[in-house]
């Protein structure tokens, strides 16, 4: 089985940084596109970042300039360094990742999230 595990979530002032990864693991033969994505309470889970392969990246409008996205192919993770962090950032922040696993299924996995609160 495939586990992506999310971490670097907390409590961070306006104006603040933090970094949140994520790490996959399991029977995993490739990792194609990459993504965080994020829910507030009460809405829908919207693309924060999202990074291909080859390391092509693309950001909501909302977080340009602001958050940047990065992978280790090897290590099999992807970062999200935020940065300017307003409060309407708070949010619980999931990773995506698309696998194809040893047994040539390419799925879909997502984290369980964690919790980003932007407050003062």
């Known amino acids: 089985q495939v586990q992506l595990v999310e971490s670097g979530g907390g409590l961070v002032q306006p104006g603040g940084s933090l970094r949140l990864s994520c790490a996959a693991s399991?029977?995993?033969?490739?990792?194609?596109?990459m993504g965080w994505y994020r829910q507030a309470p009460g809405k829908e889970r919207d693309m924060v970042a999202a990074i291909t392969r080859s390391g092509s990246t693309n950001y909501a409008d909302s977080v340009k300039g602001r958050f940047t996205i990065s992978r280790d192919n090897a290590k099999k993770t992807v970062n999200l360094q935020m940065n300017s962090l307003k409060p309407e950032d708070t949010a619980v922040y999931y990773c995506k990742m698309n696998i194809r696993t040893m047994y040539q299924l390419e799925l879909d996995y997502w984290g369980k999230g964690t919790l980003v609160t932007v407050s003062s």
């Open positions: 399991g029977s995993i033969f490739s990792i194609n596109a």
